[in-house]
Antibody
């Protein structure tokens, strides 16, 4: 059974850097084909795919947010970390950690963590 | 503005069928057979309901079906039940990116 859980701050100030950690179980990021990603959802709005990282360290980023995002993995700890720089109130959203099914969809989701950007 | 276009709302009575559309371009929906649909109840994480246009993950009722024609994909929910009331999001592979629609709120009357 795959489980994913997000952790990190619930409140960040504008211009600060957000660091979120996804701790997962039920699979290994050292297995060929496996990946972990991050998706966010502003309150009452649609989903947005932010970043994906695969077993071979292949990384994919949202074209519109590429300059602000970094995704890394720690295979030994079963963790994936997402950093987003220069946070803005418009970045207020629930951030989900996800398990991709191949490269085309997401078959397992964490519970999500609400991050509010406010001074 | 989302990359894929969905109607903001849809509705149907219990037992009826309802279809939700998802329109993209030849670079996403029309270019790949990799359309997915997610169901999201209030306060919950999305759940994968359909992948690869028409395939159902284990445990998803066969009342949910997907199809595609050209640049438009569709999700049909047959035999509507009260628990089907939720937001539904389409998604499509687009080469190096995965795009989502704006979501459709399905109301069971």
């Amino acid at each position: 059974q795959i489980t994913l859980k997000e952790s990190g701050p619930t409140l960040v100030k504008p211009t600060q850097t957000l660091t979120l950690t996804c701790t997962f179980s039920g699979f290994s990021l050292s297995t060929a084909g496996v990946g972990v990603g991050w998706i966010r959802q502003p309150p009452g709005k649609a989903l947005e795919c932010l970043a994906l990282i695969y077993w071979n360290d292949d990384k994919r980023y949202s074209p519109s947010l590429r300059s602000r995002l970094t995704i890394t993995k720690d295979t030994s700890k079963n963790q994936v970390v997402l950093t987003m720089t220069n946070m803005d109130p418009l970045d207020t959203a629930t951030y989900y950690c996800v398990h991709p099914r191949g490269v085309t969809c997401f078959d397992s989701w964490g519970q999500g963590t609400l991050v509010t950007v406010s001074s | 503005q989302s990359a894929l276009t969905q109607p903001p709302s849809a509705s149907g009575s219990p037992g009826q069928s309802v279809t939700i559309s998802c329109t993209g371009t030849s670079s996403d929906v029309g270019g790949y057979d990799y359309v997915s649909w997610y169901q999201q109840h209030p306060g919950k994480a999305p759940k994968l309901m359909i992948f690869d246009v028409s395939k159902r993950p284990s445990g998803v009722p066969d009342r949910f079906s997907g199809s595609k024609s050209g640049n438009t994909a569709s999700l049909t929910v047959s035999g509507l039940q009260a628990e089907d009331e939720a937001d539904y999001y389409c998604s499509s592979y687009a080469g190096s990116d995965i795009l989502f629609g704006g979501g459709t709120k399905l109301t069971v009357l």
